[in-house]
């Protein structure tokens, strides 16, 4: 199971993150939230895949981004269109870049996992977030016990309001034969928004392994 901590903002505590080595980092582009990137990232170890995280951005947004940072996953927060999806696919290997394409999708209390077939075969993982009132970073989990009507074969990532008191769940999760590709950590690991707490997310892979 592979490890995402979102919403990178400042270069320090980048790169002590980065020393944790997680699969994936996380850079949000979306001026609306506290957590929005600006500047350069600083090296980080090859096994890293840097993830770019979009809201109903352009194209062309994105694929400058992606020139800009050398992303190796993009990460579609908004109500990005199976079409948009498709479209961004060959535009990014028109750059010669083959990039995994998460799509976001935000639950509650209960979702119809119907509105993901149009996206099965165009994205390489599906997301599920917290619905709230922010785009990601709510700070709290959805109801997962609606992940039993899951029945695509699409690798899946849980995020949403993860954090160490998590962990139990986590692992009972684990134990079914769900397609879960990884778990996305942010808010529950912040001392402010964009600044990870080291020690906690330590415990955290630590306790979970």
């Known amino acids: 199971m592979k490890l995402k901590v979102?919403?990178?903002?400042?270069?320090?505590?980048i790169q002590?993150?980065?020393?944790?080595?997680?699969?994936?980092?996380?850079?949000?582009?979306?001026?609306?939230?506290?957590?929005?990137?600006?500047g350069d990232i600083p090296k980080l170890p090859?096994?890293?895949?840097?993830t770019g995280v979009f809201v109903d951005a352009s194209i062309e947004f994105i694929i400058k981004k992606v020139t800009q940072y050398n992303?190796?996953?993009?990460?579609?927060?908004?109500?990005?269109?199976?079409e948009y999806c498709q479209n961004l696919d060959a535009k990014l290997l028109d750059h010669r870049k083959s990039i995994e394409?998460?799509?976001?999708?935000?639950?509650?209390d209960e979702f119809d996992f119907n509105r993901l077939k149009p996206y099965e075969g165009i994205v390489d993982y599906f997301l599920f977030d917290t619905k709230?009132?922010?785009?990601?970073?709510?700070?709290?989990t959805f109801n997962w016990s609606v992940l039993k009507n899951y029945s695509s074969t699409t690798p899946f990532i849980l995020s949403g309001g993860i954090g160490l008191t998590e962990i139990?769940?986590?692992?009972?999760?684990?134990?079914?034969?769900l397609p879960i590709h990884g778990i996305d950590v942010n808010s529950k690991f912040e001392i402010e928004p964009g600044l990870k707490n080291i020690k906690e997310l330590k415990k955290f892979i630590t306790t979970l392994k």
């Open 168 to 177: 139990k769940k986590i692992k009972e999760i684990l134990k079914t034969d």
């Open 132 to 140: 709230g009132k922010e785009k990601g970073g709510n700070g709290y």
């Open 71 to 82: 992303f190796k996953a993009i990460q579609l927060h908004g109500d990005e269109t199976p």
């Open 101 to 108: 394409i998460w799509k976001v999708f935000s639950i509650k």
């Open 6 to 13: 979102c919403g990178m903002k400042y270069q320090d505590n």
């Open 16 to 38: 002590t993150v980065a020393t944790l080595l997680p699969d994936y980092l996380g850079f949000i582009f979306y001026e609306k939230s506290p957590r929005n990137f600006e």
């Open 46 to 50: 090859d096994s890293i895949k840097k």
